[in-house]
């Protein structure tokens, strides 16, 4: 198996631009997760869906964060406006399902707001 | 609520020994373990459900102490290639059938010849 697919891998844009972060995550996984890391707050879970569903996504930041899951294959987070404090590592990992169960994580947007 | 992992450094040398403890303030439904080296994402090395659980892999195991929260990572005869950041995340159940996986900041390990 690829593993869990994410793109672009690094991204450097201008504040208040949109980014569009993109996860694949691992076929037949049911749980997907998306992950902000930084120096400062360490590796913070954002939102995850099982089946598609957002579950708990009491860790977006704010309205200019945005994620969907249109299908079991596909999963992106949106950022618009961007501003500098958004710069960190983005991770999407996947799991067979939700609640003690290995987390796979793919290999991380890095990304940067100017 | 973020776990609290001590130390936040440690510095081995090749073979020797080191505990890495994990807490939380919350009722516990598992505790995972993964590590990550520099620039590399997260890898997963194990899940305790139980309370008072605890498992191995090669040289590192783990315990989970259900009633006082807390979990320790054990790293036995350090190699190289143990350096890196190892993460817990202490998991709830959040309600309506989520659960909530929360990661502590870390602890940098390093070992060297």
């Known amino acids: 198996d690829a593993g869990v697919i994410q793109s672009p891998r690094h991204e450097v844009t201008e504040m208040g631009q949109e980014v569009t972060l993109r996860c694949k995550p691992i076929?037949?996984?049911?749980?997907l997760f998306w992950y902000r890391q930084t120096m400062m707050r360490g590796l913070e879970l954002l939102i995850y869906?099982?089946?598609?569903?957002?579950?708990?996504d009491s860790g977006m930041p704010e309205d200019r964060f945005s994620a969907k899951m249109p299908n079991a294959s596909f999963s992106t987070l949106k950022i618009q406006p961007s501003e500098p404090r958004d710069s960190a590592v983005y991770f999407c990992?996947?799991?067979?399902?939700?609640?003690?169960?290995?987390?796979?994580f793919g290999p991380g947007t890095r990304l940067l707001v100017l | 609520q973020q776990p609290v992992q001590s130390p936040q450094a440690v510095i081995l040398r090749e073979g020797e020994d080191a505990v890495i403890n994990c807490s939380s303030s919350?009722?516990?439904?598992?505790v995972h373990w993964y590590r990550q080296k520099h620039g590399e994402a997260p890898v997963f090395l194990m899940i305790?459900?139980?309370?008072?659980e605890q498992k191995g892999h090669e040289k590192i195991s783990a315990s989970f102490n259900e009633k006082k929260q807390q979990s320790s990572l054990y790293l036995t005869a350090s190699q190289l290639s143990y350096s890196g950041t190892y993460f817990c995340?202490?998991?709830?159940?959040?309600?309506?059938?989520?659960?909530?996986?929360?990661f502590g900041k870390g602890t940098k390990l390093s070992v060297i010849p």
């Open positions: 869906f099982n089946n598609n569903v957002p579950i708990d």
């Open positions: 919350k009722a516990l439904y598992s």
């Open positions: 990992a996947s799991s067979p399902n939700h609640g003690a169960e290995t987390q796979y």
């Open positions: 305790l459900l139980k309370g008072g």
């Open positions: 076929s037949g996984h049911n749980s």
């Open positions: 995340g202490t998991e709830r159940l959040a309600g309506a059938g989520s659960y909530q996986l929360t």
